[in-house]
């Protein structure tokens, strides 16, 4: 073949390329278009496969939740980094999630996003904690939630479908509507914060239905696809309880006589999931400028919490006692604003991690006390008292605050206010009360 021949063809080549790094272009152009800042989704899903009970239940809410990391990232544009840790191939262990959670690369604008499915916190007559069960142990739900503030990024969500029972779903349940792009986008896109969601309030049972899979999943998905205009976690939070408990009060007939009669022993009568915390949508939630941590009240409590200092004027280096008279029994967590600017957690404390407290009057610090509260500058000091139904609730809060009892400054001081009363929030207002106090610190006579 001469020159002559290869000409054209050489020609034809060039025009071809042309063509297709033109049409590469305008792909490439039209997709950094329309996912502009296109995040990635880091997700991990714990799922406890291996239970003779509840083992199909748990890979029914594997499945669900995959296929709900599959609509993400076809209807936001997200990427989706997707790890399992099954019971079945020996990986669902606490070691594990922290070697995740430690090891995980994350941009500002990413998403984290940890699910468990399996059984967690058994039922008794005294308060207990939320917690989860891996195959190494018990993990409780608020250290899972200080492991995962440390890895920064714009939205955190912990979802833990903890299922205690089996319990048959009627098959009629109502099809899902079409999936909607735009509340997809507004959850995972246009959200920042903390979503902590659970299965189930208080000592109530986390159900699971063997096809279907957890009641708290399953209305997860049916809400998010439902036709409804809940483009914000807050308001999709309603939803879902009351998809959950709707699916809890149709399944009910169904249920055996040993667990009918074990729920009305135990006053159960509704499964509804618990938020303790949600994030804020970035365009619409609009926050209350005048409503701080310091200033936030629980005006409908239904006990009260008093406190009151020994004096009003300290000198620096006084030590400062003060009262608490509880009406009810209580989880009591104290808050100090120093003089310095630090903000901390006094109780619980590394020394003193319980903190329940009987009705009647306290002494703070007292005898008993591991800690003490030396005034070492002057100015204002302030104090926050809380009073908490729920151990969970006061754990969650004590548990945002870095190891070693240490304080936070500047703008990590402003972010845990901002978690501690998102916390204070979502707690119904039947379940705590709170009582705060200042105390001027004044130079040292001489």
């Known amino acids: 073949m001469n020159y002559a021949h290869r000409q054209p063809i050489h020609k034809t080549c060039s025009r071809l390329t042309a063509v297709f790094v033109g049409t590469l272009f305008c792909l490439t152009f039209m997709t950094s278009t329309r996912y502009a800042n296109a995040e990635t989704l880091h997700a991990l899903l714990v799922i406890m496969d291996t239970n003779p009970l509840l083992g199909t239940a748990m890979q029914a809410n594997e499945a669900n939740i995959t296929h709900l990391l599959r609509i993400i990232e076809r209807e936001s544009g997200m990427q989706i980094r997707k790890k399992h840790l099954r019971e079945s191939r020996d990986e669902a262990r606490i070691a594990n999630i922290r070697d995740w959670i430690n090891t995980i690369r994350l941009h500002e604008d990413d998403v984290l996003f940890l699910y468990f499915s399996g059984t967690g916190k058994a039922l008794g007559t005294q308060p207990t904690e939320e917690y989860l069960a891996l195959q190494d142990g018990l993990l409780y739900q608020s250290e899972l939630r200080r492991d995962m503030q440390h890895p920064p990024c714009r939205l955190k969500l912990l979802v833990t479908d903890r299922c205690d029972n089996i319990v048959e ?63 914000t976690w807050k308001d999709l939070l309603k939803d879902i309880q009351e998809t959950t408990d709707e699916l809890f009060q149709a399944a009910y007939p169904n249920l055996s006589a040993y667990a009918k009669a074990l729920i009305k022993e135990k006053g159960i009568k509704h499964q509804i999931p618990k938020a303790y915390s949600l994030p804020t949508h970035i365009e619409s939630d609009t926050p209350r400028e005048t409503e701080t941590l310091w200033a936030f009240t629980n005006r409908d409590a239904p006990f009260s919490l008093q406190v009151g200092p020994n004096q009003k004027n300290y000198q620096r280096y006084d030590y400062i006692i003060f009262g608490i008279e509880l009406k009810q029994d209580a989880y009591v967590v104290i808050l100090n604003w120093a003089a310095d600017g630090q903000f901390k957690c006094l109780l619980p404390n590394t020394e003193q991690e319980d903190n329940w407290m009987r009705a009647g009057q306290h002494l703070i610090p007292n005898r008993d006390s591991t800690f003490d509260i030396k005034l070492k500058r002057t100015g204002t000091e302030k104090f926050k008292i809380l009073a908490l139904r729920a151990r969970e609730d006061s754990s969650a809060i004590a548990h945002l605050f870095p190891p070693k009892d240490e304080g936070v400054l500047g703008q990590r001081r402003t972010a845990l206010e901002r978690d501690i009363l998102q916390i204070l929030q979502n707690i119904s207002t039947q379940d705590w009360d709170e009582s705060s106090f200042a105390a001027q610190v004044l130079e040292t006579e001489r």
């Open 169 to 231: 779903i009627p098959e009629d349940l109502p099809p899902h509507a079409p999936v909607d792009t735009v509340k997809i986008d507004a959850l995972f896109r246009k959200h920042q914060g903390f979503l902590h969601l659970t299965s189930a309030t208080g000592s109530e049972f986390g159900w699971a239905d063997a096809r279907e899979g957890g009641l708290l999943t399953h209305a997860l998905l049916h809400t998010i696809d439902a036709d409804v205009h809940a483009n």
